[in-house]
């Protein structure tokens, strides 16, 4: 028997992984997507080859690239863009680490406090979260984002537009700031040369600027795996966990299968306040076919918003209050694009370097983006074709004409210098709304059963939700036109289910909620889940991943202390960041 | 819209229909023109399917499923053609005829017509049976609302035209029952749906859809995207299986915003030159050029001298 088994080696899996092994427990983390053992031998920096979504080497797929990605049933319009493997979504993610708005927290007195999601916030304070976000920051590590053309041109526009700068991390006014970002910042020639000769390690450490992020993060070429620039969890938490026992002492390496699919959580009924209690899982191995099991005393779910509720209700676990796959939030994403006479360095650098964030209604970031992916953008709309049709909804304001997808000669104008165009996402604080939801499909199933079905229909979102919305695509365009745009276009997306949340929140009641505030689910005891569906709201806006992180160590904490009689580390103890020394040398030892 | 005539046909009025109206008839038509209706053509000037008396004497000849196979794939082709030049336009000659072209190439030159037809095919696992009640249900509707197409599904076409037209559809049905692709259902609904937009359509091209104008193309698309889109109610009112039926709207939605988007991805990616044994690019590809990225590539750049500094000095906070 394992001491502990998680499902999911994403964004937050690795993370309980990395903690859990470093205190010298047992564990087996079982995925369901591929290994990228050897990104320089396997990779490229293209966009089809590494970004489709449906062959590409990032998708939400069997490694096998011969095989089909793995199908989700979508309700209404929108378009999924996460990815199984080893590192999960945080693979092409761009590394942007903000902390939540406190305003989501219990106990927030700010007098903006009936700006945000009241009825579903953190079951506990922003000041305690305070210390994970610490902890996980210094573990990654997260640093102040360099600036390059389209930095300095953001930066100057959200001057020009009224905003100040923020300069704590933690989120108390309106204003623009560098990103905290999971990256390591360019040092030696990095960011300086272009000239690949002089971009292998150590002459190059950190971030090159290539502008590939979205296409996984690989370079500098010849680093050690943990000194690659960006710190998706294949390059951070995941080295660690593999090697816990050469870092830490008493730590314990972690098991790792990749290619492993979950596909029933193993239980037992039992009386008490928990209906059922987890005892293991069972996985079908991708490749061949063959059907394992193992026990555990402690059971991690940790494969995301969709696949959880998915494997919920394969399993048969109990759902006393329906909130299993409810309460899904994504954002509410959309894209506004300024078209500029003079190069903003449109496809530059880092992919996301600034933002400005609005407590109470969200954040705003500027984006590079290679041309595929930004001809993808441009062209993804819940309002139609501009010039042409709406859809019933486009709507104008601060941007030109109506909002809409760009499509024909407008397309092909827009898209006649990538460098010329300065994007921005629109990172909306949108609300926990029963009706957004993730079950399972009536009419697709696949090798591991019904697949998931979403259901989160952008038009019928909260009056909050679209407000907020509104009101940052207006705040986008504004900087845009400070910065001197001839041209602003908002898009309104159709949805882009890429930064999911809470579809397994937690919460402080009972009555909607399907975890405790220990992340244990309410229903099952010794079953945790610790990736973004545990958070208990879209957290005022900012990206999720640093909060889901820091959230999941704070759930390792629970599970050492409730089920193995351990104390908590994170006040007591100071972290050991995963470009370490002897976390390189470990790494170096086990030859990842 | 046309009320239905009366037909001793055993195909259903709506049947008829669906294949006239999605292009069916006229891809088989322009695969093999000798298969075709014997005293029927097609071309311009003398209306889609207008008399064409220099093939009267044409022996009727039962289209095998290959062949149509091979008439629909090339359908599909076309569409999706089409498809490319309303999303990226060109200089090709689907541009040109929708009325919206450029001096300099577009999207088809990337083949992104290719990427879209490989996609659409992946991007939804369809059981048989699914497809089978989609279609059927779009020609039960047909049959009630006819499309305003005139003369046409209706019309006595005599034995012979009968016969081909019982033919046509029974290797459509076998053509269903074996490996029928994605792709080829969405160029069907399409171009039924380009149909129903625009009637009677006369162009060059088999796809009615390509012989659109940009703007009716778009029509097209506001038709498709519709949350009463027509397509939607045909496709889902009569799918006897409750399952299927309450899945069809999410699952049209998701091949129509796939191939809205597919068609800018599929132009600006590298699609088209990527070589598999280097993970380079073999040339640069049309869409970096159209865009002015990249400009030294190959090989992709892994660097650049973008680093300015940090926004006032500041290294953390």
Redesign the interface.
Known sequence: MRDVIIIGAGGGGPVVAKELAERGLDVLVLEAGARHANPEQEWSALENHMNSSLTGKLRFGPADPAKPAWFRELVTPGSFSQVAGVGGTTLHYYGNSPRAMPGVFAGYRGQDRGMYDNRHKFPFSYDEMRRYYEWTEATLPVQTAAMGTKEQAFFQAAEAAGLSPITGKDISHAGFRPQENAILQPGGNAGRTSDPSQLNYPDARGCTLCGHCFQGCMLPKGAPRNLKARRSTDNSYMPMALTADLWKSGGKAITLISDAYVTRILSDRQWGRRLQKATGVEWRDVNTGEVHSEDARVVVMAGGCIENPRLWMNSDLPDPNGWVGRGLTDHALDWVTGIFDHDVGGARGTSCSSRADFPGYGAIQNTANTPGVQANNLTNSDSGIRGAYTSGVGGQGAWDGDAGRVYGTELKEMMSDINRQMSILVLTDDDVEYRNKVDVSRVFRDDHGPVARVDIDKRRRSRRTRRNRDYLATRAAEILRAAGAKKIVRNDWAPVLLHLQSSMRMGDSARNSVLDENCEARAVQGLFIADNSALPNSLGGPNPTLSTQALATRTAEKIFQQYFGGDPWVDRESPICSIDDVVTQAVIDRGL | MSETKPTNSSISSGRRQLLIGSGVLGAAAAVNPGMAFAHWGRGRGKGRWGRDHSQENVEPVEWTVEQLRTALDRLRDDTFFAMIA????GDDPYSEYQG?S?PYP?GITTRADL?LS??TD????M?TE?MHQLLASVATYLAIQPMDIPGMAAEDVGENGEYLLENLNSSFTDYLEGEASNSVLVALLINLAATRVAGSIDGPFPSPFANLS??QK??V??EL???SSWLKRAITWNIPDR??R??T???L??MV??M????????????AV?N?ET???AQRPL??V?????P?AP??????????????G????
């Open positions: 309303f999303g990226v336009p919206v450029t577009g990427y490989g996609g992946l991007l939804v696992p059981p699914y940009w703007e778009a029509k698309f506001e995207e519709s949350e399952d299927y309450e899945a709207p999410g699952v939605s998701s915003a796939f809205l988007r597919i068609a800018g991805f599929g132009s600006y990616c590298e699609f990527f598999p993970r380079e690019v869409g970096w159209l865009s002015q990225y990249a030294d090989p992709s750049g892994i660097g650049s001298d973008d680093f300015i500094g940090y926004y006032q500041r290294r953390s906070v």
